[in-house]
């Protein structure tokens, strides 16, 4: 594929546009009313994606005059991304196509502190995994070798990290990480461009691009507790890239020790509640942050994901609800709803695939 048409910022507004047209496609004159791009313009951009095999012919329109236009529509099997998610005891993998329809999964066991050389060899086994040849090892020279429509790999996983640079900090209950260039050595081993995220922002990333609007919180409930944020349109990554850390928010003083060295946390006693077996203490208390969240940022709606809410979700859904419907009622403000995101626990190796298709469309900073 020629990576030139795809960095071309007048080509990404023409591709994204194929892309929300669908089968039934969109004409060139329609494009380029849409995009501010002159005709002429217009033809020349898709005439290069078509070339690329990234568009097609999808048919004629009536026109209101004159002859009928040619539409044309994505070719979502054109290019592929792949999406990681490192969770703390096992890693899942999936490829998307253009759309971002899942089109290969793969999940297996993972120790995320076996050490480094452990967990690269574990990903670049699962990658390889989901793309076209099977389980078929990865060549030195790169992953492209086996599906040379693969755009690259975007893997998420706890935080903290600095998304900008691709290297892990502190990761909660994993010091031995600080410091560790994820990004350059999953690059240097899969041959293909990497982006790395926190796994909060990857499926906050995800569910924006799937048309989630307005601003939401994504509370991620598993091996540990975080929050995605959107805010107008745009996942909130902070100066730092370190927000989101809301499993660590304390509130109650001098609590049950936390991993992350201090006491009271959500994360250690929403956790704490689920290892007992109290699903309904665990949501009441994920409630009180997910309140907290609504008080400081007057959000539209929160998101719950995660295995362990993947597992109980009425449990999750009706506990933080009810706790958002008894503050709404001291302020006098409509109750923030509570939904639990589609797909089971696979938003964050959805969402981490979104982190390289989204500059291909234009959408680099959502």
Known sequence: MNLLSLRSHN??????????AGDGGISRLELAERTGLTPQAVSKITA????????????????????????LRLVPEAGHAVGVHLDRDEVRVVRVDLRGTVVAERRAALDLGAGSEAVLAAVREAVAGVLPVGRDPVPRHGLSVLDPSLLGVGAALPGPLDHGRGVLHRVTGFPEWDGFPLREALEERLGVPVVVDKDTNAAALGLAAGGECGSFAYLHLGTGLGAGLVIGGSVHRGARTGAGEFGHQVIQLDGPPCTC??????????????????????ARVLGAGAANLVGLLDIDVV?????????????????????????????G??????????????????????????PVFGRGGV
């Open 11 to 20: 080509a990404a507004l023409v591709l994204d546009l194929l892309r929300t």
């Open 333 to 358: 403000q409509g109750a923030v709803p509570v939904r639990v995101t589609a797909g089971g626990d696979g938003a964050v190796a959805v969402g981490a695939a979104q982190l390289v298709l989204g």
């Open 261 to 282: 060295g201090d006491r009271g946390c959500v994360e250690a006693l929403c956790l704490g509640a689920v290892a007992r077996g109290d699903l309904a203490e665990a």
């Open 303 to 331: 998101l719950l994901g995660g295995r362990t809410v993947a597992a109980a979700p009425e449990a999750f859904a009706g506990g933080v609800g009810a706790v958002l419907e008894a503050r709404a009622r001291r302020t």
């Open 48 to 71: 290069r994606l078509r070339e690329d095999g990234l568009a097609a012919e999808a048919g004629r329109r009536a026109s209101t005059g004159g002859k009928p236009r040619t539409v």
